[in-house]
C-alpha cells in the first residue's frame, strides 16, 4: 500500500468528545473469560500426546523381546530398553515416565538373568545408564508439560486480545446481515495491520474497514486506537464524513506523538439505515467496494479522499459520503489489498470481480467462503494481512 506523503503540520487541537453511552452488544459474543475459560481446558488436553507417540515405547519393547526370541545368543536385546524411559518422555506424564524405567530396568534383569549374566559388570552399568535416563526422561516430560502449557496460555491470551480488538462480526445487525474474515499473514500473529469493526448506532448500521501503513506492533498499536477512536464517535457523531474527519485527527495525533510522518491509514467508512435500500459511504484512501448483484459483479464509483492522517495535506474540499443503491439481494463487499493484490506463483493478482462473478451468488456467508478457500488456493502462503466484510440487507 502506498499513497504520497508530504511533510505534516502540527496536529489540530480537537474539542472534548462526550464519552459514548453503554450500549448491549448486536449479538452475544465470546467474553475473555470464556476465552480463558476455554484455553483452561486446552491446556488439559495439550498434554494428551498423539497416540502413536504413546505407543512409541510399547513398539520398543515389542521389538526388544521379539529379538530376544528370535536371536537369543546374537543380540543383547535388554540394551535397548536403555532408550525407553527418553521415548516416554515425549507422550507421558512425569510418574509414568518414572514407572517405564522401573519396567525397563525389570525387564533387563530378566534377559540378564536368562543368559546368567545377571550381576556382571556390563549389565550393572547398562542398569546405572537406564536409571539415569529415566531420571532425565522426566525432567524431559515435566519441562515439555510447562512448555505446553505457556504456550496455550500465550495463544489463549492473543486470541483474547484479538477479539478484544477485532470483535467477531455478528451474523445481523440492525438492517444487515453480515460476514467477515481476517487472516493475518504471519499464521502465529492473532492481530495484524488491517482493521474493521461493525456497530449500531441510532443513526444506523455503521462499518469501518481499513489498512494501517507498516507491519508490527506499531501497526496493530494504530488499529487499536483507530478502533477505539472509531467505536467512541460512531455513537455520537450524526455525519459519517465528520465521523471520517475524526479518525483523520485521531491518526494525526498518534503521528505526531510517535514522530512519524509517514503513519496514515486507508479506509472505508459506511452507514445503513435499515428498510431505506441504500447506504452511504466515504472512501479514505481506500480500496473500492464491490457490489455483487444478481445479474454482475462490479466495483463500486465513489471519490477517493486522502487516507486517514493525511487530510491536511489535501484542498479545502470535504470529503462527502457517496449514496449507493442497495436493496435486498444484493451484496457490498468491502475488502483489503491482501485479497486484490494476492499474487500467484507467476505474479499475477487475485481476478476479484471476475471469481465473484464465476461465484454466481451474493448470500455474504457464502461469499467470505469462497473468497476464503479461493485466495489462498490463488496464493498461498498469504504474504499480506487480509479482511473481508460482506454486508447485504435483511429483505
Given at each position: ?228 477512536a472509531f467505536r467512541a464517535t460512531a455513537h ?81 474540499r470535504p470529503a462527502r459520503p457517496v449514496t ?25 493478482f487475485y481476478p476479484l470481480t471476475e471469481r ?40
Amino acid at each position: 500500500m502506498s499513497a504520497p506523503v508530504q511533510s505534516r503540520p502540527a496536529a489540530p487541537q480537537q474539542p472534548a468528545r462526550r464519552q459514548p453511552a453503554p450500549r448491549t452488544p448486536a449479538t452475544p459474543r465470546h467474553s475473555p473469560a470464556t476465552v480463558a475459560a476455554r484455553g483452561n481446558v486446552i491446556v488439559g488436553e495439550s498434554w494428551r500426546a498423539p497416540r502413536w507417540v504413546v505407543a512409541l515405547p510399547f513398539l520398543l519393547i515389542a521389538v526388544d523381546l521379539s529379538l530376544e526370541i528370535v536371536l537369543p545368543h546374537t543380540v543383547a536385546a535388554g540394551f535397548l530398553l536403555t532408550v525407553l524411559p527418553v521415548i516416554a518422555a515425549f507422550g507421558l506424564r512425569p510418574l509414568v515416565v518414572g514407572f517405564s524405567t522401573l519396567v525397563a530396568i525389570g525387564l533387563q534383569a530378566v534377559l540378564a538373568a536368562r543368559a546368567d549374566h545377571l550381576v556382571e559388570q556390563h549389565h550393572i552399568w547398562i542398569y546405572i545408564a537406564t536409571a539415569l535416563a529415566g531420571l532425565m526422561g522426566a525432567v524431559l516430560s515435566w519441562q515439555r508439560i510447562r512448555q505446553d502449557r505457556d504456550l496455550v496460555r500465550v495463544r489463549t491470551v492473543a486470541e483474547t486480545l484479538q477479539r478484544t480488538v477485532l470483535r467477531p462480526v455478528p451474523t445481523h445487525i440492525g438492517g444487515l446481515q453480515a460476514a467477515g474474515l481476517y487472516r493475518p499473514a504471519q499464521a502465529d500473529v492473532a492481530i495484524g495491520g488491517d482493521l474493521y469493526e461493525v456497530c449500531e448506532t441510532r443513526f444506523g448500521t455503521r462499518v469501518l474497514l481499513g489498512d494501517v501503513r507498516g507491519k508490527g506492533l506499531e501497526a496493530v498499536r494504530t488499529v487499536a486506537d483507530v478502533l477505539g477512536a472509531f467505536r467512541a464517535t460512531a455513537h455520537e457523531t450524526p455525519d459519517l464524513a465528520d465521523l471520517a474527519e475524526l479518525l483523520d485527527r485521531q491518526v494525526l495525533r498518534e503521528a505526531g506523538e510517535r514522530g512519524d510522518d509517514e503513519l496514515f491509514v486507508t479506509a472505508v467508512l459506511l452507514q445503513h439505515r435499515a428498510g431505506s435500500g441504500e447506504c452511504e459511504v466515504v472512501n479514505r484512501g481506500h480500496l473500492a467496494p464491490v457490489l455483487l448483484t444478481p445479474t454482475r459483479v462490479r466495483p463500486v464509483e465513489c471519490p477517493e479522499y486522502l487516507p486517514l492522517g493525511l487530510g491536511q495535506l489535501g484542498s479545502d474540499r470535504p470529503a462527502r459520503p457517496v449514496t449507493i443503491p442497495l436493496p435486498p439481494g444484493h451484496t457490498l463487499l468491502l475488502h483489503t489489498d491482501g485479497v486484490s493484490e494476492a499474487r500467484d506463483t507467476a505474479g499475477a493478482f487475485y481476478p476479484l470481480t471476475e471469481r465473484l462473478t464465476a461465484l454466481g451468488g451474493t448470500d455474504p456467508e457464502d461469499v467470505v467462503a469462497f473468497l476464503d478457500q479461493d485466495v489462498r488456493r490463488h496464493s498461498s502462503p498469504l504474504t499480506d494481512d487480509l479482511a473481508v466484510l460482506a454486508l447485504s440487507p435483511i429483505g
